[in-house]
Nanobody, 127 residues
């Protein structure tokens, strides 16, 4: 129901744009839900990256990506994007999009709020 794509190999300092499309999440359109991106590096726990509320006017970021990553959404296209700039080797991870039902559209940072996960898309940043 959630499909993430756009990952790849990029040199440090480069950019990537991840996208996540959704269909039929709990029978309701994507615009009903807050969305987020999380990432998981090898040997590490999955961590919060960015989140956006249902209407797209509230965004939050982890300290490690603030100022470099931008989350956005297009509810008409059922799509959430993560624009990643000035990538660093420590950004290397599998990136997952996620949706939350229980926050009633409010942005979330806690992984416990996630109700649906997309499959991961791999991002590798070479030094």
């Amino acid at each position: 129901q959630l499909q993430a794509f756009g990952g790849g190999l990029v040199q440090a300092g480069g950019s990537l744009r991840l996208s996540c499309t959704a269909s039929g999440v709990s029978g309701r359109p994507l615009r009903a839900y807050a969305m987020g991106w999380f990432r998981q590096a090898p040997g590490k726990e999955r961590e919060f990256v960015a989140t956006i509320n249902w209407s797209g006017d509230t965004m939050r970021y982890s300290d490690s990506v603030k100022g470099r990553f931008t989350i956005s959404r297009d509810n008409a296209k059922n799509t959430v994007n993560l624009q990643m700039e000035t990538l660093k080797p420590e950004d290397t991870a599998d990136y997952y999009c996620a949706s939350a039902v229980r926050t009633y559209g409010q942005a979330f940072t806690d992984i416990a709020c996630v109700d649906y996960w997309g499959q991961g898309t791999q991002v590798t940043v070479s030094s």
